[in-house]
């Protein structure tokens, strides 16, 4: 008799456990970067050497084509949501300025 008492408790309450168990999947979308690729940008640099470097930009600014903007976000299956933005601007086919997230190195404003 005792056994029955604790089977079917146990029974019971194994659907409510699977709940718990759901898998989320992570999602990234737009532009992975790395601090180690932004230390490597240096001011003049062509647009085709940073495009090398990081890739396409996942938005350019519909009025002005000298900026490129790259974007990153990643929502994990749990935890917190990670945003990261990269803002790249050009003047007469070299870069002037980099702002956003990631630290820029030192040796940006020395140039090529």
């Known amino acids: 008799m005792q056994l029955k008492t604790l089977i079917l408790p146990l029974i019971l309450a194994l659907p409510l456990t699977g709940c718990g ?3 989320k999947v992570d999602i990234p979308q737009g532009n992975y970067i790395e601090e180690k690729q932004v230390a490597q940008l240096r001011q003049g640099m062509s647009k085709e050497q940073v ?3 990081l890739g396409n930009p996942m938005s350019l600014d519909g009025f002005n ?3 490129w903007i790259y974007l990153y976000y990643f929502k994990p299956g749990r935890g917190d ?3 990261k933005q990269l803002t790249l601007d050009f003047s007469n086919d070299a870069l002037v300025s980099v702002q956003g997230d990631f630290p820029v ?3 940006f404003h020395r140039g090529l």
Request: cysteine-free; proline content about 0%.
């Open 105 to 107: 190195s030192e040796d």
């Open 21 to 23: 168990l759901v898998y």
């Open 51 to 53: 495009r090398f470097l």
């Open 81 to 83: 949501v990670e945003q």
């Open 65 to 67: 084509h000298d900026k």
